[in-house]
């Protein structure tokens, strides 16, 4: 705060947000859509529960397509943390121009090891 005020406090905010409201977003979509293909293909009503292995794997798939789709805003998040005065934008185009459209997935495996383990421990549509 000292150096940078109190605003210092709030960065990262919006990334932050834009990843809740895509991961829950997200999450919910794939996690339905996987149920309704599972119930089609093994001829079984919509909201049926299925084994804990099979309920682990949904999880875990569906962690990998929210980490996925979160990945560039937890890059970004982490980054606005860290710099002094930079903004959102500003800080998406550095990446971009240093590293690629691929800078903004730095860090997936952990990501990725963190939503597929966790994934399956708070299902995130109930039948």
Not at 19 to 45: D, F, H, K, P, Y
Request: glycine letters at 8%; a positive charge; one cysteine or more.
């Amino acid at each position: 705060m000292r150096t940078e005020g109190p605003q210092a406090l709030y960065k990262g905010t919006v990334p932050a947000l834009s990843s809740a409201m895509t991961e829950n977003a997200v999450g919910i979509t794939v996690q339905r859509s996987l149920r309704r293909w599972l119930a089609a293909a093994c001829s079984c009503a919509p909201d049926t529960r299925f084994s804990m292995p099979t309920e682990v794997a949904l999880g875990g798939a569906t962690g990998v397509f929210t980490a996925i789709a979160i990945c560039p805003f937890e890059v970004l998040k982490v980054r606005l943390q860290v710099q002094v005065r930079q903004t959102l934008a500003g800080e998406c185009m550095q990446v971009v121009r240093r590293e690629g459209p691929l800078g903004l997935y730095r860090g997936f495996t952990a990501l990725l090891l963190r939503d597929v383990v966790s994934a399956p421990l708070h299902p995130r549509v109930s039948a």
